[in-house]
């Protein structure tokens, strides 16, 4: 009876430790730092689509290189109305890298044509 306890309690220790290591791991990764603003300018390329055909970024060329601007999908059908290809764009936003390397900007602020 005994060694049936002692089973049992290592069972036990052993299923919350899981669920503790678990949950810290299920957490997202949050950036807690400031992140610094970055403005481009430059003209637009071309439009981008995410898996479900939805507009979320663009590709600004700077005249050096191009850089996909990111912004939310709900967003999509306001930026498309007040930006087409060739437009000239000054954009504000939070520089990151994509899992290949390449540059991409997060969308905070647009002015196109003079308009925010």
Same mark, same amino acid.
């Not at 930026?79 to 997060?106: H, M, Q, W």
């Given at each position: 009876? !005994?060694?049936? $306890?002692?089973?049992?309690?290592?069972? @036990?220790?052993?299923?919350?430790?899981?669920?503790?290591?678990?949950?810290?791991? @299920?957490?997202?990764?949050?950036?807690?730092?400031?992140?610094?603003?970055? &403005?481009? +300018?430059? !003209?637009?390329? !071309?439009?981008?689509?995410?898996?479900?055909?939805?507009?979320?970024?663009?590709?600004? $060329? &700077?005249?050096?290189?191009?850089?996909?601007?990111?912004?939310?999908?709900?967003?999509?059908? +306001?930026?498309?109305?007040?930006? !087409?290809?060739?437009?000239?764009?000054?954009?504000?936003?939070?520089?990151?890298?994509?899992?290949?390397?390449?540059?991409?900007?997060?969308?905070?602020?647009?002015?196109?044509?003079?308009?925010?």
């Amino acid at each position: 009876m !005994k060694i049936l $306890n002692k089973s049992v309690s290592a069972l @036990a220790a052993l299923t919350i430790f899981a669920s503790i290591v678990t949950s810290v791991h @299920a957490q997202p990764h949050r950036h807690h730092h400031l992140q610094q603003m970055t &403005t481009i +300018q430059g !003209k637009v390329a !071309k439009f981008e689509v995410n898996h479900d055909y939805v507009y979320n970024g663009f590709y600004l $060329n &700077t005249g050096s290189e191009s850089v996909l601007v990111k912004f939310p999908p709900h967003m999509g059908s +306001q930026i498309i109305g007040a930006v !087409k290809t060739n437009s000239d764009v000054t954009v504000n936003g939070v520089l990151d890298y994509s899992p290949f390397g390449d540059r991409e900007l997060r969308m905070v602020s647009l002015t196109a044509n003079g308009k925010k």
